[in-house]
């Protein structure tokens, strides 16, 4: 091993690739962690990972293969053991007239090469991946297919052997822990004609993955029916229910299971509940600056209403709950009506609609009044009864917070004229009105600097200095090859102000209210992401798109108000 390192250090030094002190360097730091030099070299960010196994490939005369563009057969993990597979680095990528295609990090470490052959039974044609692909494609296969371990055939006995578990419960743990480990809010497992299909949603797009087969899936529903404590007997009705699922590591996560019965049998879908724990302070928003005080000070109001607004997923739930988590004290009686209950808080009393006994929001929010609340979070005011007892009840002493469905923080004021609250009403207990869409990060693993189109540039007033900082993802392992990765809310906040009130009094078009906003310091939400875009958090396309979709749907609303905002602004 320290030949074959030392050798090919010496190549990457032949051709420039590293210098003379960046060896000093990662000796030192390979002696101080007990690492190889080469682990060194990259660990330091010398050298990439990639450029290392091009440059082995080089000496070693084995092919490189760039995972990237391989489509690999998870249901390879069926040969070899994960241990050994995660102990060597090692991975069969196909298997062809007894001869194994076997991807690895060094074909010259002759003890690996003797273990896999035994392990395969069979020889073996080595080639050599990218370090942290070929780790991140050994994690993802095992994830995925120990649950192919289920369908009972033969060779199983391994994938049981090395989690000790019963291959079904194994499967639906492999389920959900890759689930968890991905950040996916929910979990669908489709089954169809001939197959079964798993998918996660990860950062508000299902991705499709390597399922279980087929014949795991009543199994698989079986199992998941104990869990939630459900009717094992009933596979024709839809059945509701939650479990707590315990990570080999970090926190529990509760999630809520729903079974529906389909021509194929029974469709699943979870979802993953978030505890009160993922729930940062308002701070941790990335709201801009002012916007950040202005929601502290306005929460910390005796009463008044404030309302978010955004589609399904926009992450409206996640700032209500941070500004009630930092309002969160024994002092305050604080109650939410919520269908469903999302996030678990302490010390709130939660209420959960329930339509079936003639709970809605209007009828829970009336008997809630009667209990002395000073805060009560209403999940959403999709009616006119709701609607003018919210209202009522922020002119009557107690802090609302809602959600409104509707595209940006303007329409919010029309709305509530649509449920028929008097202007005087929305003048008088509207604090503000919130916007917010989420947009993808940028992945910091592969983002590079971006010169966007000058056409695009122009659009948005952008100087070359103030582009200096805009970035794009190129795509690589870490974030899929989509170049982004996790997402950040952009936002918009309507304060009302006098002038606003003014004009809303005097039943203003849209238009006359967005210039009024404007007037008063109002920044449509777009102007938010492209700030976002140039401190490299987002991307400038991103921001495009977003803007595309929200003009789109202004624009089917209510003609071209909304070009004439973004002169304004
Ligand atoms: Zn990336």
Redesign the pocket.
Known sequence: MRDAGHFLIRSLLAEKLISEADVQRASESAASKNIDAVDALVGLGIISSRRIAIERAKICEYPFVDLTHFDVDFHNTRLMPRAVAEKLVVYPLFCFDGVSTVAMLDPLNLQAIDQVRQVLKGDIDPVICDAEQLRALIARAYSLSAASGASGSAGDEQTERTTGEEPIVAAVNQILAGAVDMGASDIHINPDEAELILRYRVDGVLQSLQGPQKSAHAGIVQRLKVLAQLDLTQTRRPQDGKFRFHPRSGAPVDIRLSIMPTVHGENVVMRLLRSARSIGAIRDLSMPEDMTQHYEALISRPNGMILVTGPTGSGKTTTLFAALSQLNSTTRNIITIEDPVEIRLPVVRQVQVNAEIGLTFAAALRSILRQDPDIVLVGEIRDNETAKIAAQAALTGHLVLSTLHTNDAIGTIARLRDFDVPAFAITNALLAAMAQRLVRRV?D??AESDVPDPHLMLEYGLSNAMAIGLRR?C??V??GQT?F?GRVGAYEMLRMTPGLQAVIEGAASRSELAIAAAKDGFRPMWRDGVDKACRGITSLSEVERLRTVIEARLESVDGAASTSTRAAA
């Open positions: 992945c693993a592969c993802g795509g690589c870490k974030c170049g990765r």
